[in-house]
Every structure is written in C-alpha cells, then in structure tokens.
C-alpha cells in the first residue's frame, strides 16, 4: 500500500476506535487481523476479523476500565507504505476507581486496504500497578 491510503485507513481506525464503533472497525480490518498486546499484559493475541474488532471495542479494555471514561489522544502518527506508528495516551479511570494514564504506541500493518496486524507497545507495569495486579514491595 501507499503511504497516503495506509494513513487514510489508520486515521479511519483510530476515529472508529475512539468512538467504540466496532462496525467500522470490522469493515477496516482484513479477514485474518491479528491484535499482539505485549506479553505481559496477560492476554491476547487475538487473532480474526471479529475476534479484534471485540476486543478492541469493550472486550478487553472493558474488564479493566469504565468504558465510558476511556478517552484516547493521538500524538503523532508516522506512515511510511504499508505500516503506521501511532503514539498515543490513554485516560480513564479503572473499575476499581483508580485514574489511569499511560502512553502507548501501536504499529499497523495494513494489506489490500485495510489494517491486517496490531502491535501495541505499552508500559505494563505501571499499568499493573495503577490497576493494583502488581506491587514493587520486596520480599
């Protein structure tokens, strides 16, 4: 893919994703999308059109975070042919109650017009320990 079309579907993307349009992001994934999250963060990959789109729109940010407290800022997006970075910001609050702030970056690959595999890159420890799965006490 160009450069201009991969930023035009990412861009397309990262709106659906901020409006929890699951939909769209579904028609903006290929049949075979995979979603890697960082090993650490204990779950995933996800791999399936569907199977994405539900998770990215609830499925597992939901079990962490008042949905309707997530808020997401785009920093900056870089895209060079096929692939886009994006380095972003999630707020929230927990459901435990905890405000949560953590930055991020998620690279797109994208194939044939749509976004064929996510690599989200992110700080899970401070996100264990904001969402109280962690402690830095030693024993």
Not at 59 to 68: C, H, I, K, T, Y
Request: glycine content about 8%; overall charge neutral; aromatic content about 8%.
């Amino acid at each position: 893919m160009q450069t201009s079309e991969t930023r035009a579907v990412v861009q397309r993307f990262l709106e659906a994703r901020a409006a929890n349009d699951r939909g769209q992001l579904v028609e903006l994934l290929t049949d075979d999308a995979e979603w890697y999250p960082p090993a650490s963060a204990g779950f995933g990959p996800f791999r399936g059109r569907d199977t994405v789109a539900d998770a990215l729109s609830g499925g597992a940010a939901g079990r962490l975070f008042d949905q309707s407290t997530v808020r997401r800022t785009v920093h900056r997006l870089i895209v060079e042919d096929d692939i886009a970075v994006a380095l972003q910001q999630l707020n929230a609050t927990t459901r435990k109650g905890a405000v949560y702030e953590n930055q991020y970056c998620w690279v797109y690959s994208c194939r044939d017009g749509r976004i064929a595999r996510l690599d989200e890159y992110v700080d899970t420890l401070h996100a264990a320990l904001v969402l109280g799965t962690a402690s830095l006490t030693r024993r």
